[in-house]
């Protein structure tokens, strides 16, 4: 029994120290790599490494060389087995905001390990609320508004359903 102790015990800690001692700044560095490859660019981001956590203040996000959006701040926080980002105060440009909210207060993106074929979201803005999974496998999004109060622009893109407005997309 105290050798499973001992081994546990290691287990842990070496995923502690996998935890706060991973470069997180150079794994941000490959994030954006990757998705200048997609053509989305994150610009005039001030960076601040924590312990378990990376925040990037006032980036400015752009796809295909046109500004989407400018964002407050940005929270990557990782614990191997669990990741959260997290974006407050995102002001879409003048041009989207057609299609799109002008105003996003919060926006919360999951994912975990235990279930590694969904990423799951959650958003508030002047929308109202919302709450959706981005199926890995399936490549699906799909956006269920909780709580709609002006979605007069978004309701051409919406669909009723029986518990209300949804948006759903394939990639």
Same mark, same amino acid.
């Given at each position: 029994?105290?050798?499973?102790?001992?081994?546990?015990?290691?287990?842990?800690?070496?995923?502690?120290?996998?935890? =706060?001692?991973?470069?997180?700044? +150079?794994?941000?560095?490959?994030? /954006?790599?990757?998705?200048?490859?997609?053509?989305?660019?994150?610009?005039? $981001?001030?960076? $601040?490494?924590?312990?378990?956590?990376?925040?990037?203040?006032?980036? =400015?996000?752009?796809?295909? *060389?046109?500004?989407?959006? #400018?964002? +407050? $701040?940005?929270?990557?926080?990782?614990?191997?087995?669990?990741?959260?980002?997290?974006?407050? +105060?995102?002001? %879409? #440009?003048?041009?989207?905001?057609?299609?799109?909210?002008?105003?996003?207060?919060?926006?919360? !993106?999951?994912?975990?390990?235990?279930?590694?074929?969904?990423? %799951?979201?959650?958003?508030? *803005?002047?929308?109202?609320?919302?709450?959706?999974?981005?199926?890995?496998?399936?490549?699906?999004?799909?956006? #269920?508004? %909780?709580?709609?109060?002006?979605?007069?622009? !978004?309701?051409?893109?919406?669909?009723?359903? /029986?518990?209300?407005?949804?948006? $759903?997309?394939?990639?």
């Amino acid at each position: 029994m105290q050798v499973v102790k001992k081994a546990l015990l290691y287990f842990l800690v070496i995923l502690f120290s996998l935890a =706060v001692f991973a470069p997180k700044r +150079e794994l941000y560095y490959l994030l /954006e790599a990757y998705l200048m490859r997609q053509d989305i660019i994150i610009d005039n $981001e001030e960076i $601040e490494s924590g312990l378990f956590a990376l925040k990037l203040h006032h980036p =400015v996000l752009y796809i295909k *060389g046109i500004k989407v959006a #400018d964002i +407050e $701040e940005v929270s990557l926080f990782t614990l191997l087995f669990y990741t959260t980002i997290s974006a407050k +105060e995102i002001k %879409t #440009d003048a041009s989207f905001r057609r299609w799109v909210p002008g105003q996003i207060d919060t926006v919360l !993106l999951r994912y975990q390990v235990l279930n590694p074929l969904n990423i %799951t979201l959650q958003a508030k *803005g002047s929308f109202g609320a919302a709450n959706g999974y981005f199926s890995i496998d399936k490549r699906v999004l799909h956006i #269920d508004l %909780t709580e709609a109060k002006s979605i007069d622009m !978004l309701k051409p893109l919406l669909k009723k359903g /029986e518990e209300g407005w949804y948006y $759903e997309t394939s990639f």
